[in-house]
């Protein structure tokens, strides 16, 4: 079984670019969620769909960033424009909708804001 | 909401001993999951061990496994014959229960360092 597929696993970019990230989760599973991981932090949940349907964003800053999962499949994830304290590394997880408790992270990717 | 807390940044162990890590959290609810995830320097998250809050018993996964006290609210890691392999960021992480919004709340890690 394939895992959680993310890219690019880095990222350079200058302040007040824009950026995008991909996601795409194990095959079947319905929900999917994007964290991110400040250096030296845990990962914090910043949106979460079932389906494709959100089913929480409240520690997504909407005036920059955006997500949408199409067809309920990959998920893309939008920082518009960047700041330097957006730095970290996004991580990308899926759990199937029945035995859920189990989340299956990607490999990450990496961005620098300069 | 609910916090978790590790208090060790980091702790270091010397091959083929054993080592706890630990992991204390704050929650109103009576029922929810933890975890343990290790993060390599790959980055990849994998889990380690979880627990339902309402077993008792506590989980065990070959050389991994936990002391959970519930009513203390603390859940902490023994990890017996420490190998090189086990050299990671562990992260302890709550989830409440699957309906609706169950991200996982992460504690700052702790950084284990296994020593030859």
């Known amino acids: 079984e394939a895992g959680v597929a993310q890219s690019p696993r880095y990222k350079i970019i200058e302040k007040r670019q824009s950026v995008a990230f991909w996601c795409n989760p194990i095959s079947g599973h319905a929900t999917l969620y994007w964290y991110q991981q400040i250096l030296g932090q845990g990962p914090k949940l910043l949106i979460q769909?079932?389906?494709?349907?959100?089913?929480?964003d409240s520690q997504l800053p909407k005036d920059r960033f955006s997500a949408e999962r199409l067809k309920g499949v990959d998920s893309t994830l939008k920082i518009q424009p960047a700041k330097l304290e957006d730095s970290a590394v996004y991580l990308c997880?899926?759990?199937?909708?029945?035995?859920?408790?189990?989340?299956?992270f990607g490999p990450g990717t990496r961005l620098t804001v300069t | 909401a609910q916090t978790v807390t590790q208090s060790q940044p980091e702790m270091s162990v010397q091959e083929a001993e054993t080592v706890t890590l630990s992991c204390t959290y704050d929650t109103s609810e009576s029922d929810y999951y933890l975890f343990w995830y290790k993060q390599p320097p790959s980055r990849q998250m994998i889990l380690v061990i979880r627990?339902?809050?309402?077993?008792?018993q506590n989980a065990t996964e070959n050389r991994f496994s936990v002391n959970f006290q519930k009513a203390a609210k603390s859940f902490s890691l023994k990890i017996s014959d420490s190998q090189l392999g086990d050299a990671a960021m562990y992260f302890c992480a709550y989830r409440s229960p699957g309906r609706g919004a169950d991200g996982l709340t992460f504690g700052k890690g702790t950084h284990l360092i296994i020593q030859p």
């Open positions: 627990q339902e809050a309402y077993k008792q």
């Open positions: 997880a899926s759990s199937s909708s029945g035995n859920s408790y189990e989340q299956y």
């Open positions: 769909f079932q389906n494709n349907g959100v089913v929480d």
